[in-house]
Structures are given as structure tokens and as C-alpha cells.
């Protein structure tokens, strides 16, 4: 079964806003990550957080973990045209699961910035 | 080369034909991932190699579909009697120790 799920499935804002997507997972993991695609293209990694972290930052990006709530934001300032695209987390357990990284990734969040 | 190469870009073929899509990973990356990717949903996970080996096979959707890989590098995935439902863009990524995976641009199959 899916680890990740994001919400919103679709997020529609103006440029120069601030969008924020949201994941929940349900098990206990080591790293959770967020991953960008633009249509027809492959996944581009954007930040990585471990179990252990709560916040982290990335230029316009900003991450945050909750484990008690098993949740993750990412929160993308002064949105730009560019930044549309479709935005995944993806859970890693590999610690837990035995020695590799299986991640395991939501079905998205796709953000369209309007000029 | 530089990043993950996959082949063919784009495959249209006809219902029950076997295909094979390929991927050359990142030099050095010892760990290959296959997904899949139906339009507009999620990565649904098919199948891990740690180099030459598959210790994790169960995203398999059913025996029709096998994977190899060769050598601790290039990966072939084969679909054998396709159905339509196997249409679907096919991702593999590589990971060279721990952290972030590195995706190709994927292979879009369509089965008519």
C-alpha cells in the first residue's frame, strides 16, 4: 500500500504566493524526501530530511517533519511560473525494513504558479 | 554517461507483443529501482537490484513482467504478452550509496 499521500492533489496559486503541499505517511521512517517532475520528464530530488530533523531549508524551499504526526510540509516561497510541476514525498524505511532504500512515493501534488 | 539513460523514450506496440526497456545507470551507482507511473498517479515500485541481484521483487505485477540486470549496470525489464493496462510510463533510478535517488526521463509504453 501507498506510504505517502499527499494533499492537495492539485494547488492553483498566483505568482509571487507561497504554496505549501503536505504528506502523511503511515509507518516509522529513516528519511522522507520531496521530489519534483515536470510534465513528461523524470523526478528531480529537492531536499532530503532525516527522522531525527524538523525543519530544513533549501533557497525557496522549506521542509518540515512532524514524526509524532507523521506528517512533512514543503512550503515553496515567491512561487514563480516555473515552479509548476507536480511535487511527490517519497518515505524511506531502510533501517527499519533491513539494509536498502525502498521509498516508497505518494501520488503527488500537482501546483500550476499563473503569472 | 552523466545521468540515467533510459530506451526507448517512447514505445507503441500491440496488445500481446513482448517489449524490453532499458536503463544505464549512473557509473558507480550500485542500487537500480524500476517504477511505474500511470497517467497522473504516483510511483508504484516494481522491483530493487543491489547489483546483480533482486532482493526485492514484490512491485511485480504479475509473471509477465522480469527484470535483469548485468554485470552491476545496465538493467533490462521485460514485459512479456502486454496488456493494456501495462501502458504506463516505466522510471528506473539509481542510488549510489544512501539519499537521493537519481531518476532517468523514463520510457512511455502504449499498448494498443
Known amino acids: 500500500s501507498q506510504q505517502g499521500e499527499e494533499d492537495p492533489q492539485a494547488l492553483s496559486i498566483q505568482e509571487g504566493e507561497n504554496a505549501t503541499m503536505n504528506c502523511s505517511y503511515k509507518?516509522?521512517?529513516?528519511?522522507l524526501q520531496w521530489y519534483r517532475q515536470n510534465s513528461g520528464r523524470g523526478l528531480v530530488h529537492l531536499i532530503l530530511i532525516r527522522s531525527n530533523e524538523r525543519e530544513k531549508h533549501s533557497g525557496r524551499l522549506r521542509v518540515t517533519l512532524d514524526t509524532s504526526k507523521k506528517s512533512s510540509s514543503l512550503l515553496i516561497t515567491a512561487s514563480r511560473a516555473a515552479d509548476t510541476a507536480s511535487y511527490f514525498c517519497a518515505t524511506d524505511k531502510s533501517r527499519i525494513s533491513g539494509g536498502y532504500n525502498k521509498l516508497i512515493f505518494g501520488a503527488g501534488t500537482r501546483l500550476a504558479v499563473h503569472p | 554517461g552523466a545521468g540515467v539513460s533510459q530506451s526507448p523514450s517512447n514505445k507503441v506496440t500491440e496488445k500481446g507483443k513482448d517489449v524490453e526497456l532499458r536503463c544505464d545507470p549512473i557509473?558507480?551507482?550500485?542500487?537500480l529501482y524500476w517504477y511505474r507511473q500511470s497517467l497522473g498517479q504516483g510511483l508504484e515500485f516494481l522491483i530493487y537490484f543491489q547489483g546483480n541481484s533482486a532482493p526485492d521483487k514484490s512491485g511485480l505485477p504479475s509473471d509477465r513482467f522480469s527484470a535483469e540486470r548485468t554485470g552491476g549496470s545496465v538493467s533490462t525489464l521485460t514485459i512479456q504478452r502486454t496488456q493494456q493496462e501495462d501502458s504506463a510510463v516505466y522510471l528506473c533510478a539509481t542510488l549510489p550509496v544512501f539519499g537521493e535517488l537519481f531518476f532517468g526521463e523514463g520510457s512511455r509504453l502504449t499498448v494498443l
Open positions: 557509473s558507480g551507482h550500485t542500487a
Open positions: 509507518t516509522s521512517i529513516n528519511n
